[in-house]
């Protein structure tokens, strides 16, 4: 990494790709047409923008009209949450989640609450995994839709959705899934896993800031199901209004094109670097993985170091890039809420560190990290 940096906090965010870069430039200099006009020059433009939708459709399993493009999964959930909620013709107020969701969801669904839905927030076990069993008893008759995450963004727990899609399709509720921390290094077919609405976006995968985008079951759009927020030149078919921005989806499509190519290699080595970092930190004295014994993604190791002080730690190694929390809430000292809900004490919570790696982490940066953490430790 460039200018000493150490950088393992993958799950906040990606470098974008070189070669996304250069797919990207000739849409800034060359083809910069507006992809809803009619002119030839504008062929380009909108041929870019029917190969992105094809790439992300088949990437899941399912039809390009069906994939709709956003400025990110904050936004999609916006869509997705409020958009069936304050459809017109929806008569069902009550609404499942889970405690350890992102800030994303967990907003959203307060918001909702101010307004009269109610929200059942779904508890953990303690090492982060969901009680199926809890989930199908909660669902009631006035019950909307159940969202919850692939991926968690702190602990790399993977939730069953294959599961979770049954029981929603059994029930006939809608499943949300913010597939944010999967999609890229996980294959998913949203149509096997019975996933109705299906959240993403690009710079969690090595594509820009700014890009993103949703699956929605076509039977949810033909119905007018769920209510637009924002209207304007009725781009994406009117779920979507604004200019498309062709230089952010290409990019966004050429991601997914590498994703595809490199996603056994990268599994491979992450899951090495992943077993390599855990265990040198299970050697430090009553260091524990949070989330060790539960199916958790391949790049991310969240560890707890009790009496460890996170916060001074990254604060005198400028040069290391860890998080103690979630990227959006990591500004506040305060207890992870995801950390906190699955049981775990205030003073582990602050002692507890989350470690993600991507397609540039190297040995040398697992080192340079437990290299500090001892340093750290011997001093302080």
């Known amino acids: 990494m460039d200018d000493g940096i150490v950088y393992l906090d993958y799950n ?24 809803s006009s009619n002119y030839d020059f504008s062929k380009k433009s909108k041929f870019i923008l029917d190969e992105a939708r094809l790439e992300i459709a088949e990437t899941f399993g399912t039809e ?6 956003t400025s990110g999964a904050t936004e999609g959930l916006n869509l997705a949450l409020k958009g069936l909620a304050l459809n ?39 090492d982060g995994s969901l009680d199926l069993e ?54 998913v077919d949203v149509e096997e896993s019975n996933i109705d609405i299906l959240c993403f976006s690009g710079h969690k995968m090595y594509a820009p800031k700014g890009i993103g985008g ?21 781009q994406e078919n009117g779920m979507r209004g604004g200019t498309y921005n062709i230089p952010l989806i290409a990019g966004l ?27 040198q930190l299970l050697k430090i004295n009553n ?21 460890f002080d996170t916060e001074l730690f990254i604060g005198m190694n400028k040069n290391i890039a860890v998080s103690n929390g979630s990227a959006c809430t990591a500004g506040l000292v305060q207890p992870s809420h995801v950390l906190s809900t699955m049981g ?25 990290f437990m290299e500090r953490i001892h340093q750290f430790m011997r001093n302080v």
């Open 12 to 35: 906040a965010t990606t470098p974008v790709d070189k070669r996304v870069i250069q797919e990207m430039l000739p849409y800034f200099e060359e083809y910069y047409a507006n992809a």
């Open 64 to 69: 390009k009209r069906q994939i709709y493009f």
């Open 88 to 126: 017109p013709g929806n008569n069902k107020k009550h609404i499942i989640t889970c405690s350890t969701e992102h800030k994303a969801v967990l907003e959203i669904c307060i918001y909702l609450e101010s307004i009269g839905y109610e929200i059942d927030y779904l508890p953990v076990n303690r």
């Open 134 to 187: 809890l989930l199908k008893s909660t669902i009631r008759q006035d019950t909307l839709l159940i969202c919850l995450m692939w991926v968690n963004n702190e602990t790399g727990l993977i939730h069953p959705i294959k599961e979770i899609g049954k029981i929603a399709k059994e029930s006939g509720v809608y499943f949300v899934c913010d597939a944010t921390q999967g999609v890229g290094k996980l294959a």
């Open 214 to 234: 949703l699956y929605i079951n076509s039977s949810i759009t033909k119905q007018n199901k769920i209510q637009p927020l924002i209207h304007g030149g009725g």
């Open 253 to 279: 499509k050429k991601a997914f094109e590498i994703a595809k190519m490199e996603m056994k290699e990268n599994e491979s080595v992450l899951t090495q670097l992943r077993n390599t970092v855990e265990s």
């Open 287 to 307: 260091a524990y993985i949070n989330c060790g014994n539960a199916e958790r993604i391949y790049n991310t190791v969240n560890v707890c170091i009790p009496d």
């Open 344 to 368: 775990l004490s205030n003073e582990d919570a602050l002692g507890s560190i989350r470690i993600s790696m991507g397609r540039n982490t190297t040995d040398k940066d697992i080192f340079v």
